[in-house]
């Protein structure tokens, strides 16, 4: 699952013409990495690791929709950031230049110690490492039969890169490019009674890619909200983007996948507009603590799903799960999963990316 904001967005969410910081987003993207990670300890590890059949509470499966949230958000980003580059073709080899800078490295460094760790740690999981699939990992290509690439969460980046081709389009092309993106969310809305497609249009055409333009409509609306308009809906959005997943946790109401795909994609739109719009105007002090996570995210997104498997077999061989409740389990696993990501921040991707650029 996850993240990228998305979080394979800019370390600090930043109007480059005014250098305007969004603490507020930040947390956000620091709320939703941690979301994901209860989700997958929760439904992945704590029933089928530490406490067969076991769980704590429905409602630490709402953890999913951190993606939902950050695809709203890589929506927002790329019209704050890029938004005069558009229709300045001389601009649209840099932008991919800082996409590829700032995702790829990172990804192939966690690809390439997961691939190790499986084979010499895990050498059942073998099949895992075939050459095909190892390719498709490392270019974020969607496997043919449906397969999860090598880590796991990184689907996400694949529809990260298709939007990424469609602005670039909008860069090249104003007119072309706005065309090609009103096609293309006109037919994923016109083929949501056909879910689930077939490969490879489940891709191209998956309800996810919504998300992205609805970013893009709050980045393009925030500044025109009045004060108590904002206020609002920084507190209406995310109210109702939580009883989206209540409903959906819970199965109080039945909704299709698009459906709900689609309603955490407005309302996280409405919250991150609301936000966005309410810090514009009045200052906000936010813990350093909060902002670093969100600086984070990305990390922590793409690093827990490598460290959880590797904590519950520590966990395991320990026989914690017989001295601890689950839901303390629970917490050390996403506690674990937190700090390797933030480290992985600190010592890999920040130096990383200090010595691409």
Request: hydrophobic share 55%.
């Amino acid at each position: 699952m996850f993240p990228s904001v998305t979080m394979s967005e800019s370390s600090t969410l930043q109007i480059q013409q005014h250098k305007k910081s969004f603490d507020t987003l930040q947390v956000g993207r620091a709320a939703a990495a941690i979301a994901v990670v209860f989700f997958h300890a929760h439904v992945f590890f704590i029933p089928e690791r530490l406490y067969p059949g076991e769980t704590i509470s429905r409602v630490f499966n709402i953890g999913y929709s951190g993606v939902e949230f950050f695809f709203v958000l890589s929506g927002f980003i790329m019209i704050l950031v890029h938004r005069a580059d558009i229709g300045v073709p001389a601009r649209a080899r840099r932008f991919l230049r800082k996409r590829l800078v700032r995702i790829v490295p990172f990804y192939w460094v966690v690809t390439l110690a997961l691939a190790l760790l499986l084979w010499t740690q895990w050498p059942t999981s073998a099949d895992r490492l075939s050459i095909e699939r190892v390719m498709y990992s490392l270019f974020l290509i969607p496997i043919p039969d449906g397969s999860a690439l090598l880590v796991g969460a990184a689907w996400t980046l694949s529809h990260e890169f298709l939007f990424y081709i469609v602005f670039y389009m909008l860069i090249i092309s104003p007119r072309f490019g706005v065309s090609a993106f009103v096609l293309w969310c006109a037919a994923v809305i016109a083929l949501i009674p056909s879910q689930p497609l077939n490969y490879p249009w489940n891709f191209f055409f998956s309800t996810y890619n919504l998300l992205f333009a609805m970013g893009m409509i709050a980045a393009l609306t925030f500044k025109k909200l009045p004060r108590r308009a904002a206020i609002f809906a920084s507190m209406f959005g995310p109210i109702m983007f939580l009883a989206v997943g209540i409903c959906d946790a819970f199965m109080i109401v039945d909704i299709s996948h698009s459906v709900r795909t689609i309603s955490f994609g407005v309302f996280a739109a409405i919250a991150v507009a609301g936000l966005a719009a309410c810090e514009r105007s009045v200052p906000l002090r936010v813990p350093r603590s909060l902002t670093f996570l969100g600086d984070a995210s990305f990390s922590i997104y793409l690093v827990h799903g490598t460290v959880l498997p590797v904590a519950a077999k520590g966990m395991l061989f320990l026989n914690m799960s017989s001295v601890l409740s689950p839901l303390m389990s629970l917490f050390i696993l996403v506690g674990l999963g937190v700090l390797a990501g933030s480290l992985a921040h600190i010592y890999i991707e920040r130096p990383l990316l200090r010595a691409l650029r």
